[in-house]
């Protein structure tokens, strides 16, 4: 009965509240457009524009390759994903649908991550199934039995999703309209903070699974906006659905079978967008009928001239390269990144728990490059993988070697070698693995936000503000949130507001 109120709730009409978003100039139906950034938010804009009529348009692109972090590698046949990994429960609004347009939406529900509560297999209570971990928390917390713990949690999880609509309201997609002031000061500082403010931090483990493993931040240091941002009411049902046992499509957690990158590099072929690779941006300059991009394709030097300008790669690449105002300056300069890193292993002899792992302690202990979660393509893949028996088969299955990605999460950017140390180091002498191979790393600035401060002047409303002036749209995971269905959420919005 508790489930189906939460869905209930969620599903209860309500419009959106705040101040709406205003009207924006937007490229002409003649306009040559150009799109700097072939990841995910310039690949669907240049895809949006041309469902809309719009036929000259040019992708500048400094890699060799479409998808940004949307960054797969196949290795006997099984496509291991490097970047982007899930579809949650709202990606079925934007994603899928698109996915399926192009006829590669097949998905795969993936299971709950367990985890490890210490750096080690064999200190006991170390390894645990999530629900037990999240069982245990709300009993140490609370002195309730188990029944009333989970009692508490879904009570807490539906005042949650009172709160975000009282707020908020029921808005389209995952940037809602600017809050009042007063909201403004209900989601001062931390995402922490706000949760004890509003009593809480039940929910606090849930949100170490949800915000910080897949790279967000700490809760007690990412501002309140954010957390409210990604954890919206749908997601967070889902996040909770699943740990407990009880997701139901769509409100589950899944991947695409066939991986992220494929999605982008099917609609540059069937939409035949022009991209032009290993593009070396000198500088832009900008006026009020347009861009001119200065370009040096390593033979010579060459110019570009563009009606209009969507700037669709980090902030920070643009403070480098355009002829920015002030005021975009002081929006854009305080911007951190982190550095997420992403190595693709072989290894044997591990202690396992599932094949989607956390590991708690480095999440707690902020451990610089640590380890913070992994997860083998092959063994999500499995189909039965979600039964118990399953996991124990795939746990003790461990003199097989397996595949896996591991992410590790820094506040600073290191070399390949010193990530690798503390990889190799992480398994061989806490998980006993054995025979470790490394076969690619890759490393992100990942995830441009402000300060919790900085995010209470409602920078994300300033930007959009901006959105228009110069000819220049501003889109990507710098302006709204470092996810796909953020990403194109956020294109659909510029859309809809130039009146496209």
Known sequence: MAVKGLVELIQQPQPAKGEPFPDITGPNPDDKVCIVGAGPAGIHM??????????????????DRVGGKSYDVTVNGTVNYMGTVFVLANYFDNLVPLAREYGIGDLVKVPSP?????????????????????????????????????????????????????????????????PSLEVF??????????????????????????????????????????????????????ACLR???????????YTFRNGFERIWETIVKVEKLQINFNSNILKITRNSKGSTIYLNDGYHKRKESCQFLIWAAPVDEYLKTVDFEMDELIIFKPM???????????????????????????????????VVVDASSSGINIPNIREPEALDLWDGNNSEAKIATVVQLGREFDSVEALNDILIDHYMLNFNATRIEILRTLTWKYFPRWSPIDLNKG?????????????????????????????LEYNKLLLRQSGM
């Not at 917390?141 to 999703?161: E, M, N, Q, V």
């Not at 740990?243 to 957690?253: F, M, N, R």
Request: proline share 3%; hydrophobic share 35%; glycine share 8%.
């Open 459 to 487: 920078r994300h409303w300033d930007v959009f503000n901006l959105q228009g002036r110069k000819r220049t749209w501003f889109t990507g995971s710098s302006v709204s949130f470092e996810s796909v269905k953020s990403v």
């Open 336 to 370: 951190k990144s982190v550095s997420y890193s992403s190595t693709l292993v072989r290894m044997a002899s591990d202690i396992r728990n599932g094949p989607y792992t956390c590991f708690l302690e480095n999440i707690r202990n902020k451990t610089e490059h640590g």
């Open 114 to 178: 367990n985890l490890f509560k210490y750096n080690s297999g064999s200190q006991p209570g170390s390894k645990l199934r999530t629900n037990q971990y999240i069982l245990d928390f709300l009993q140490s917390s609370t002195d309730l039995d188990a029944l009333s713990a989970l009692k508490r949690l879904f009570l807490d999880i539906g005042r949650y999703i009172k709160i975000h609509r009282e707020m908020f309201g029921a808005y389209k997609g995952d940037l809602m309209p600017k």
């Open 185 to 238: 000061h209900r989601i001062r500082g931390t995402f922490l903070e706000f949760l004890q403010r509003e009593n809480l931090k039940t929910l606090v483990p849930l949100f170490s699974f949800s915000h910080t493993m897949p790279g967000y931040g700490y809760i007690d240091e990412i501002g309140a906006l954010y957390g409210l941002m990604w954890n919206d009411p749908v997601y967070l049902l889902s």
């Open 46 to 63: 240049a895809q949006s524009l041309k469902k809309r009529n719009l036929e000259d348009i040019v992708i500048f692109e400094k890699t």
């Open 243 to 253: 740990t407990v046992g009880k997701d139901e499509d769509p409100l589950s957690v």
